[in-house]
Nanobody, 113 residues
Framework: QVQLVESGGGLVQPGGSLRLSCAASGSSISIYDMGWYRQAPGKQRELVAR???????NYADSVKGRFTISRDKAKNTVYLQMNSLKPEDTAVYYC???????WGKGTLVTVSS
């Protein structure tokens, strides 16, 4: 059983930055691929970024060049560095153990002036 807790969300102005964290407990996530997803009001949940156990990464086209996913296996934590934020990045952000039903409860990111 894996528990995931996201943190780091908040209100930020357009062009600003935030760093989200996803702390895992209950089991090591080092052997798993991990993903960050987001869900905006009235929209479906979408994949934002994924990082494999072997450190390979991929991103949604909408965030390429602005967001960076990383992981610290020693801390059992995955991060999402978000730069040059836009109002359309406003959403609840979730982390997920890839191809499982292990999800966190999410952290809200609001980009607004």
């Amino acid at each position: 059983q894996v528990q995931l807790v996201e943190s780091g969300g908040g209100l930020v102005q357009p062009g600003g930055s935030l760093r989200l964290s996803c702390a895992a407990s209950g089991s090591s996530i080092s052997i798993y691929d991990m993903g960050w997803y987001r869900q905006a009001p009235g929209k479906q949940r979408e994949l934002v970024a994924r990082i494999t156990s072997g450190w390979r990464t991929n991103y949604a086209d909408s965030v390429k060049g602005r967001f960076t996913i990383s992981r610290d296996k020693a801390k059992n934590t995955v991060y999402l560095q978000m730069n040059s934020l836009k109002p359309e990045d406003t959403a609840v952000y979730y982390c997920n153990v890839d191809r499982t039903d292990y999800w966190g409860k999410g952290t809200l990111v609001t980009v607004s002036s």
